[in-house]
Nanobody, 125 residues
Framework: QVQLVESGGGLVQAGGSLRLSCAAS????????MGWFRQAPGKEREFVAA????????TYRDSVKGRFTISRDNAKNTVFLQMSSLKPEDTAVYYC??????????????????WGQGTQVTVPS
């Protein structure tokens, strides 16, 4: 069992930055690929970014490439999402996700084994 707790959300003006953190419980953090999803009101939850178990390889949805960076610290059981140049369309609840399978599988929410509770990010238009 893995518990994921997100933090770092908030309200930020367009063009600003935020860093989300996700702290994981347990001793097996490095055996999980980690990722971030988001869900805007009235929309389906969508993939944002994923990182391999070692932290070497990452993948992003096209709309955040060059603006968001995912990273992880396996010694601290934490994954991060650095978000820059934020836009109103980035407004959503952001969820941390863990998967035993590879990080490329995390682009599909059906492969997620554990979810965090979510943290709200709001970018006013």
């Amino acid at each position: 069992q893995v518990q994921l707790v997100e933090s770092g959300g908030g309200l930020v003006q367009a063009g600003g930055s935020l860093r989300l953190s996700c702290a994981a419980s347990g001793r097996t953090f490095s055996t999980y690929a980690m990722g971030w999803f988001r869900q805007a009101p009235g929309k389906e939850r969508e993939f944002v970014a994923a990182i391999s178990k070692s932290g070497v390889t990452t993948t992003y949805r096209d709309s955040v490439k060059g603006r968001f960076t995912i990273s992880r610290d396996n010694a601290k059981n934490t994954v991060f999402l650095q978000m820059s140049s934020l836009k109103p369309e980035d407004t959503a609840v952001y969820y941390c996700a863990a998967a035993l399978s590879g990080y490329t599988d995390l682009t599909d929410r059906r492969n997620v084994n554990y979810w965090g509770q979510g943290t709200q990010v709001t970018v006013p238009s």
